[in-house]
């Protein structure tokens, strides 16, 4: 649970909450009489996607706004210990981007979040299995190639180690290339992609999209300028 955002809270006593459940997030049902102040909002979902997810947002925006909900205490909470609150972590990050008035603030809370969370799906699954250096698809070619030619992955590219990796760790945080999956990987069922962030759907058009998804080798704060210069023209 060390990994839970702050404004997501751990009830052990009852509290005065709205509840939104599931079921295609088509109503919103408030805990006790509309009278008694509401200190937080329970969640319960149990089909997760990205739609579904900004449904809920919407709806969420809608509760905060019209019960005055201190979200610096709780925003949402569990009450269980072993619930699945991956899905409350990215509507808080939702949530959090969107009270940034700032742009480029903005898209680097954004930019920042979603890399973060590749970063720990591909540490906690393994997925790339390096050894040595050698991840497990280039393993697979050390009876054909030169040892060197293997090495480091996805970052030897062009018969070159990327300029910008550094003890074995991106300089740049570069998140296209965080997307990219091999071959390999994508017939073992790896393939992320930005459209698999709901809050990359919320706030991102398509071009933008394809921006996260094509510019490898490319600095943060340069991706974040085309950002910037791509967005929509009335998506604050």
């Given at each position: 649970m060390k990994n839970i955002n702050k404004k997501i809270g751990i009830a052990t006593k009852k509290l005065n909450y709205y509840e939104i459940n599931d079921d295609s997030i088509n109503y919103i049902k408030k805990d006790n009489t509309i009278d008694r102040k509401i200190n937080a909002i329970k969640v319960n979902i149990n089909n997760y996607n990205n739609q579904i997810l900004i449904k809920l947002y919407k709806h969420l925006i809608k509760a905060i706004n019209k019960f005055n909900i201190n979200t610096n205490k709780y925003l949402f909470y569990v009450n269980k210990i072993n619930?699945?609150?991956?899905?409350?972590?990215?509507?808080?990050?939702?949530?959090?981007?969107?009270?940034?008035?700032?742009?480029?603030e903005k898209y680097s809370y954004i930019y920042e979040y979603v890399s973060k969370e590749l970063d720990k799906r591909f540490s906690n699954y393994n997925i790339c299995d390096f050894k040595n250096n050698i991840c497990c698809r280039k393993r697979c070619l050390l009876d054909k190639f030169d040892i060197e030619t293997l090495k480091y992955g996805c970052c030897y590219t062009k018969g070159k180690v990327c300029k910008y990796l550094d003890k074995n760790h991106c300089t740049i945080n570069c998140l296209p290339c965080k997307f990219f999956t091999c071959n390999y990987l994508k017939k073992k069922g790896y393939n992320y992609k930005p459209s698999d962030f709901a809050i990359i759907n919320y706030f991102f058009n398509l071009k933008q999209k394809r921006l996260l998804s094509n510019l490898l080798f490319t600095d943060k704060e340069d991706i974040i300028d085309l950002l910037i210069k791509n967005k929509s023209r009335f998506i604050k």
């Open positions: 619930n699945n609150i991956s899905y409350l972590n990215e509507l808080v990050a939702i949530y959090e981007a969107d009270n940034i008035s700032n742009i480029k």
